[in-house]
């Protein structure tokens, strides 16, 4: 019989996250699966490496792993091979292939990824910058962003935002309400991106509501009623037009998806500054 469930261990000598996306996008793939995923980061030592394959076999399962100490690896397979449980490198093939191609050897570092690089801070930037200027805040400074999102309440602005910020991108965002004026200098920026996202008046609404509910105040407002939510849709899909923003419909998209196309547009629009 097919299995519904399962557990799923992640093994990693740094934070557990190359590993734990990893995994997610291979989940993704399988409805109506349930993991419990066993997280196992900064597994560095023979000791905590011993304490990890005793867990394992109380909890057996499938094991991904980015571990790069050949000795405790090897403790980790051995382990898993005795318990006829799956156990995969999730980047192990990937650095061979590289260093064949290369023909230079890696050189085996935990959390090498993560060492304080000036990717790093300046990554550490741009999380600062789009806190500081999210829900259009501190609006006189959005000259200095890479990219600014417009677009109704409820439309994945911030964590859009974050997620680019992550990536690097000094990103702010600006809400869109009827009746109320943007920032002056929204309409005359040169260096960012501004991008304008909108939605279908039906999701928007029910998004919206849930909001309310979670914050248990009454849906009796303009907020989410359906006219007004579709005359905001409208006027601010016109906002976009008339000063030719891109657009994205954020309706069937993930915010990793909107992330994605953000960053083609950006790309064009330098490309665009580069050539004028």
Same mark, same amino acid.
């Given at each position: ?21 990893? *995994?997610?996008?291979? %989940? &993704? !793939? ?10 196992? $980061?900064?597994?560095? +030592? ?91 805040? *501190?609006?006189?400074? %959005? &000259? !200095? ?10 439309? $994945?602005?911030?964590? +859009? ?116």
């Amino acid at each position: 019989m097919p299995m519904r469930s399962f557990h799923f261990h992640l093994v990693s000598d740094s934070t557990g996250e190359t590993v734990s996306s990893v *995994a997610r996008a291979a %989940l &993704a !793939q399988f409805e109506e699966i349930e993991a419990e995923e066993h997280v196992w $980061s900064l597994v560095r +030592t023979r000791t905590q490496m011993e304490k990890v394959i005793a867990a394992i076999r109380e909890t057996p399962g499938p094991v991904l792993y980015t571990v790069v100490d050949k000795e405790i690896r090897n403790m980790l397979k051995a382990a898993c091979h005795e318990m006829r449980l799956p156990c995969v490198a999730v980047i192990g093939r990937l650095v061979a292939y590289l260093s064949a191609y290369l023909g230079v050897e890696s050189h085996a570092s935990p959390g090498r990824q993560h060492e304080l690089t000036e990717e790093y801070f300046t990554r550490m930037e741009a999380i600062n910058y789009a806190l500081a200027h999210d829900d259009g805040q *501190a609006h006189w400074e %959005l &000259a !200095q962003a890479d990219i600014v999102l417009v677009g109704p309440s409820r439309t $994945s602005k911030s964590p +859009t935002c974050v997620y680019l910020a992550y990536k690097g991108f000094k990103t702010a965002n600006v809400p869109y309400v009827l009746g109320c004026p943007l920032p002056p200098s929204l309409e005359g920026l040169k260096k960012p991106l501004v991008v304008g996202l909108t939605i279908s008046p039906d999701q928007l609404q029910q998004i919206r509501r849930t909001r309310l509910q979670s914050l248990k105040q009454e849906d009796d407002t303009n907020y989410v009623d359906s006219e007004y939510i579709q005359r905001e849709i409208e006027e601010s899909r016109k906002l976009f037009h008339k000063n030719r923003w891109p657009v994205i419909d954020v309706t069937r998209r993930s915010v990793e998806e909107t992330a994605a196309t953000i960053t083609q547009y950006l790309n064009k629009h330098r490309g665009r500054q580069e050539e004028a």
